[in-house]
């Protein structure tokens, strides 16, 4: 069941974790300033990574390289922490910075200090290669060492990733960027980026159109952030490819991907403590988070330009349409078509990933649990949305029976027999120039049929059931873009609010 077998691998992820530790640092103290406890708490935790590595055996000093799009570690791009470090990365490309090297005795107050000089305007031209050891010395930074760009060479670091690849890590990076933003703008009761988040998703719907398995790939690895950014930039994907199966026109394909990517935007005025707290919430907890919906749908009410599918996605989303779940309005409520797929996207989303208290589910897991309460769906959204995804969602890594490992591209006949593009050879060797861009599940080429034997989730790999997958038979219900039209009650007033608290709700 455990993905890592060797030592190599096992350094690998402290690697990873320690770099993603990083980001997630970088992004709280942009958020919350230098004083915050919860920075405190993130800067403790990559302190305590930096000692994983040292304890696994990463080279020591441990070194992160920064080029325009991505992060690397000894020359190897590492993408699933850079899809949340557009501004980590901004802030070290504006200083110069190529490399930091973190010695032993490296603590949490340093890096706090460190921040100031890579994270703060006022701080921007500290770091320049001239002045750069005494503003170091200065600012108390003597166990990290920062180098340059070397001017013959400056993008050196950013040739290892494909050109497809860096336009999908830039495009996710700018969803994320944009969400963060917003959140930070809610949470300081200022204005929204409603337009720029609007041009994003149009702009996302024409990458979907051109080469989807790309941006869904990276959607599977995002785990910097568990609660927000990365769930929301999660479901707005899910929901926009849903949606376009469903034949919703451009314009419907917009205000749902806008809706989803806004829908939990009420969580920017959630304590941090209490959203990022990593065990179970306690009644009174639960009663503020359980406020996010109206909160958002307050704050989207306030803005220049009022999006309905927006705001009634923001405080339906939690609702089950059967008056269950959360918020329960005053007068009768019925969530639009949008809501209701967003609810569907967001408890996928949610089963299929990984939290402090859970594991992450794989899809079909995922469709046990909503088969379980199929009550709390739309049951034309929740057809359409497993039949969309199949077995193995595009962008799904899984091994095959080589050994070698690969990203689903596309359904293909079968519900258990997508279209993958290899990316290790045999047994995870390289891959060589005549390996094929594209291979059939199940079908012979040169003479060989290949299946999949496991399929990766964001913690585990789980291997496929010998029998096989039961077909999706139990599906026959369709759904069409007409569905995604509000009805007459389909955004929420503000008579109609009242909060109620929901302990049996599983999500
Ligand atoms: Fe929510």
Sequence with gaps: MTVLTTQHEIRAQAALECAQAFVDAARTRLLHGRQSTHVARAL????????????EGVEAPFSLQ???????????PLVAPSLQAKALLRAAAARDVAAITFAD??????????????LEDCNRDSLHRQHREAALAAFGVRHARVSSRTPADPENRALSLPDADRQDLRHYQDLADALHDNAALAAGNRVLGVAGAQGLIEQTVLRLDQAPSGLLSLATQDNVDRFTVGHSVRVALLALQVARAAGALKQQLIDVGVAALLHDIGKSKVPPEILYKRGKLDEQEWVWMAQHPRLGADIL??????????????????????????????????????????RVCDVFEALTSMRPYKRALTPMEAYAVMRRHAHDFDPRWLSTFVR???????????????????????QGAMPSTPI????????????????????????????????????????????????????????????HGACLRRGPHGSPSESARRQRTSHDCPW
């Design 388 to 410: 969309t995804l199949g077995v193995f969602p595009q962008g799904s890594r899984v091994r095959l029976d080589d050994g070698s490992l690969a990203v689903v591209l596309r």
């Design 44 to 55: 403790a935790g990559f302190v305590a990574s930096l000692d994983r590595c040292r304890h």
């Design 301 to 342: 009410l306030e803005q220049d330009v009022v999006l309905p599918s927006a705001v009634g996605a923001a405080f339906c989303h939690h609702m089950d349409g059967h008056d269950g779940g959360y918020p329960s309005p005053l007068l009768p409520l019925k969530p639009s078509g949008t809501s209701r797929l967003i």
């Design 66 to 76: 920064f080029a325009d799009d991505a992060m690397h570690h000894e020359g190897k």
């Design 420 to 479: 993958v593009r290899p990316l290790t050879g045999p047994g995870g060797a390289d891959l060589t120039a005549d390996a094929p861009d594209e291979v059939a599940i199940g079908a012979t080429l040169r003479g060989e049929t290949r299946t999949v034997c496991s399929v990766y989730t964001r913690d585990r790999s789980v291997p496929v059931p010998e029998e096989g997958y039961a077909p999706l038979d139990y599906l026959t219900q369709t759904v």
């Design 105 to 118: 005795g490296f603590d949490a107050d340093e890096c706090n200090r460190l921040f100031d000089l890579l």
